[in-house]
T-cell receptor, first 117, second 110 residues
């Protein structure tokens, strides 16, 4: 149980294009999902909290107009990087609260490696 | 600002030894603590969660929590080369958000 998938696993795009990343909870319903970004040799940085049926809550310093998050169902959240630039190249990881986990427990998707040329 | 501190390592231990990973946190009100393992190029995998003071054991892993000292640790017994990874300490920082430490890189050599 508590399996989270992400698609695509890897994407290369040209500067200025938009990229959509999907995060799915496969065997449970996730009312809350989280989006992280991880640069090489650094830890995970929370970008936003995604709540089903409502607007995402962004962390300080994260541009909400650049990183569009939609949580349209209990099993799907999407992150769209709009007008991507090389500095947006990173490892993007989503997570979800497990179905019966303790407070704060999160299960992570496999991640999406974005490279912007 | 809530912070989680870890020694970045690398921590090098011989195969079969005990690896000890440490973490301190700044928010005295934190109640939930987690250890994640992350292999290079992969996403984090939950190893242990601990909510009460004391020890919690799961197989070769033991998590230890001391809220008075704001300290949480992870012991890995009988370390194997496959345990070589970065270990992330995470603390629940309110609203089910996790605050991660920078991670400790563990290298288990044969």
């Amino acid at each position: 149980g508590a399996v989270v998938s992400q698609h695509p696993s890897r994407v290369i795009c040209k500067s200025g294009t938009s990229v959509k990343i999907e995060c799915r909870s496969l065997d449970f319903q996730a009312t809350t999902m989280f989006w992280y970004r991880q640069f090489p040799k650094q830890s995970l940085m929370l970008m936003a909290t995604s709540n089903e049926g409502s607007k995402a809550t962004y962390e300080q310093g994260v541009e909400k107009d650049k990183f569009l998050i939609n949580h349209a169902s209990l099993t799907l959240s999407t992150l769209t990087v709009t007008s991507a630039h090389p500095e947006d190249s990173s490892f993007y990881i989503c997570s979800a609260r497990g179905p019966s986990g303790g407070p704060g427990e999160q299960f992570f998707g496999p991640g999406t490696r974005l490279t912007v040329l | 600002q809530k912070e989680v501190e870890q020694n970045s390592g690398p921590l090098s231990v011989p195969e079969g030894a005990i690896a000890s990973l440490n973490c301190t946190y700044s928010d005295r009100g934190s109640q939930s603590f987690f250890w994640y393992r992350q292999y290079s190029g992969k996403s984090p995998e939950l190893i242990m969660s601990i909510y009460s003071n004391g020890d919690k054991e799961d197989g070769r892993f033991t998590a230890q929590l001391n809220k008075a000292s704001q300290y949480v640790s992870l012991l890995i017994r009988d370390s194997q080369p496959s345990d070589s990874a970065t270990y992330l300490c995470a603390v629940e920082g309110g609203y089910n958000k996790l605050i991660f430490g920078a991670g400790t890189r563990l290298a288990v050599h044969p």
